[in-house]
């Protein structure tokens, strides 16, 4: 997880942004666990690091609003497998989709650990979800699914390109016809009546 967020260049773009937006601060906000037991000192950088998908202004509005309180890593992740758990209880396993290998609630969530609870919650659920065991597993079931529909596509293609041709035949017939019925009709019409 630490290497995923030392490489992105995004995420250091956003810590220069709030450094900026801090001192421009007239009062920051220190900040402990909410957990009554812990009251661990909490670091907003962390805080940016797992949500990423807010910007830095927003996460220093959450940051300073008295109302919020938040829970350091440790705890959070307790409350995290306190949650897996209740999730668990309506389904247990799945089956990658594959390799048919069952698959358990806590493996599919540290597989994707960028996603929140209530995603983990409703992507396990979903029966019609494509569930894969890693990411091997993923890649070689749409490496085949594709080949698939290559194979399927090119059948397609074929089947109307000699449809096309067969109707062009046709029409080369029809015009190759014309052009002696259009004479004779020429001649019809030119003969004089009697």
Excluded at 61 to 86: R, S
Excluded at 106 to 117: A, C, E, G, V
Aim: a positive charge; aromatic letters at 14%.
């Amino acid at each position: 997880m630490f290497f995923k967020k030392l490489n992105n260049a995004g995420l250091w773009e956003k810590i220069q942004k709030l450094r900026e937006l801090i001192k421009a601060e007239k009062y920051f906000r220190r900040r402990i666990c909410w957990n009554s037991t812990c009251k661990k000192d909490l670091n907003i950088y962390d805080f940016l690091s797992d949500n990423m998908n807010f910007t830095p202004e927003y996460i220093l509005k959450l940051w300073q609003n008295p109302i919020l309180e938040f829970h350091c890593c440790e705890c959070f992740k307790y409350l995290k497998i306190h949650e897996l758990k209740k999730i668990e209880k309506e389904k247990s396993t799945r089956e990658c989709l594959f390799c048919k290998t069952p698959m358990d609630l806590y493996k599919f969530s540290k597989l994707n650990d960028y996603l929140k609870i209530h995603e983990i919650k409703s992507l396990w659920l979903n029966s019609d979800y494509k569930l894969f065991c890693d990411n091997l597993c993923q890649r070689k079931y749409y490496k085949t699914y594709y080949d698939f529909l290559k194979k399927k596509k090119r059948k397609k293609q074929t089947l109307i390109k000699e449809k096309l041709e067969s109707e062009i035949d046709n029409l080369q017939e029809k015009l190759s016809e014309t052009p002696k019925n259009f004479e004779e009709k020429l001649k019809k019409e030119s003969k004089p009546s009697v």
